[in-house]
């Protein structure tokens, strides 16, 4: 229904951009795919096991829960049976061996607790951060990264594998999306002017999707 509802929208706004052209301007996203760390692609040898821990809901949950679902089901695509989330790696007797929160930026003494506590080879750590809250961090991380004060939508998604029997990081790559207002510029008054069109642009799931979609055809 939500989606047949998305659908009825765009087709919505498409139409009013083509019939009323001189109200409505179609704004482009842009995207980055940075490789920070990539050592490897994808392991793809048999009975290899991936934890795949999507660590987003803890910076924007309401917005990103459908990239749980994204991420896990690209895995289970690629994996069949070999790739888990934290919910469903369990042992013979149906326990959770996992109890403990897994952060994106993942400590040694977790790494080596997997290590010692599992039978996984891979685990697999993304989260997602919005223009907002990459210009509103005070972290210095980020500060590369900063949008424009004309940002209308972007996000950041970053995405690593570690490996964890031989403890080292196997890929980082982070991906990121922006649509911007620009104005237009005035050859007559030499100045840039705003035209008072109302922007259609990609929204910020379908923005985190493409940026997916990128990283997932570079680790293949």
């Given at each position: 229904?939500?989606?047949?509802?998305?659908?009825?929208?765009?087709?919505?706004?498409?139409?009013?951009?083509?019939?009323?052209?001189n109200?409505?301007?179609?704004?482009?996203?842009?995207?980055?795919?940075q490789?920070?760390?990539?050592?490897?692609?994808?392991?793809?040898n048999?009975?290899?096991k991936?934890?795949?821990?999507?660590?987003?809901e803890?910076?924007?949950?309401?917005?990103?829960?459908f990239?749980?679902?994204y991420?896990?089901?690209?895995?289970r695509?690629?994996?069949?049976?070999?790739?888990?989330?934290?919910?469903?790696?369990?042992?013979?007797?149906?326990?959770?061996?996992?109890?403990?929160t897994?952060?994106?930026?993942?400590?040694?003494?977790?790494?080596?607790?997997l290590?010692?506590?599992?039978?996984?080879?891979?685990?697999?750590?993304?989260?997602i951060?919005?223009?907002?809250?990459i210009?509103?961090?005070?972290?210095?991380q980020?500060?590369?990264?900063?949008?424009?004060?004309?940002?209308?939508?972007?996000?950041?998604?970053?995405?690593?594998i570690?490996?964890?029997?031989?403890?080292?990081?196997?890929?980082?790559?982070?991906?990121k999306?922006?649509?911007?207002?620009?104005?237009?510029?005035?050859?007559?008054?030499?100045?840039?002017?705003?035209?008072?069109?109302?922007?259609?642009?990609?929204n910020?799931?379908?923005?985190?999707?493409?940026?997916?979609k990128?990283?997932f055809?570079?680790?293949?």
């Amino acid at each position: 229904m939500k989606k047949r509802l998305l659908l009825t929208i765009i087709l919505l706004c498409s139409s009013c951009s083509i019939l009323f052209h001189n109200h409505f301007e179609r704004k482009s996203a842009n995207y980055e795919l940075q490789d920070l760390w990539v050592a490897a692609t994808l392991d793809y040898n048999d009975n290899v096991k991936y934890l795949v821990n999507t660590t987003q809901e803890n910076y924007v949950a309401n917005h990103t829960d459908f990239y749980n679902e994204y991420v896990l089901n690209f895995f289970r695509d690629e994996f069949k049976n070999q790739s888990y989330s934290k919910v469903n790696y369990k042992d013979n007797n149906g326990k959770t061996l996992i109890p403990f929160t897994l952060d994106y930026e993942l400590s040694q003494e977790y790494i080596n607790n997997l290590k010692q506590i599992t039978d996984l080879d891979y685990i697999v750590l993304t989260k997602i951060l919005n223009a907002n809250q990459i210009n509103n961090s005070n972290d210095l991380q980020y500060n590369n990264l900063k949008y424009k004060s004309n940002v209308l939508a972007g996000s950041v998604v970053f995405f690593k594998i570690i490996d964890i029997i031989n403890n080292r990081k196997v890929i980082e790559l982070r991906c990121k999306s922006a649509v911007y207002d620009n104005p237009k510029f005035n050859f007559n008054t030499n100045s840039y002017e705003d035209d008072n069109k109302i922007a259609l642009y990609t929204n910020e799931e379908q923005l985190i999707k493409k940026c997916s979609k990128r990283i997932f055809r570079r680790i293949k």
